[in-house]
Nanobody, 122 residues
């Protein structure tokens, strides 16, 4: 199973970005998908997730600003990020949990993408 994240970039505070993650191999429809991020000098943390049934869940610090979605026909998951803040600057990773129910812990993710850089300027 391979995950390819894209869509990162440089944006001003208050701006928006849409991240995409394409999954190849495996059975995407069974996976719970998640987005995580890692800022310089900090631990990787959970951002948002969506389980096999389409139920979504978010870290408190992104509620109301970020939206996760999936397209099972295209084997893709998306993260729409609005009202970005400098504190959102990080490398964003997509991950897949093949148990499908949805998990926030890093150790519960079975597959990881390579990450895409998001930089928010003030």
């Amino acid at each position: 199973v391979q995950l390819q994240a894209s869509g990162g970039g440089l944006v001003q505070a208050g701006g928006s970005l849409r991240l995409s993650c394409t999954v190849s191999g495996g059975k995407f429809i069974d996976y719970a998908m998640g987005w995580f991020r890692q800022a310089p000098g900090k631990a990787r943390e959970f951002v948002a997730g969506i389980n096999w049934a389409g139920t979504t869940y978010y870290a408190d610090f992104v509620k109301g600003r970020f939206t996760i979605s999936r397209d099972n026909a295209k084997n893709m998951v998306f993260l729409q990020m609005n009202n970005l803040k400098p504190g959102d600057t990080a490398i964003y990773y997509c991950a897949a949990d093949d148990h499908g129910l949805g998990a926030r812990a890093l150790v519960d993710q079975d597959y990881w993408g390579q990450g895409t850089q998001v930089t928010v300027s003030s």
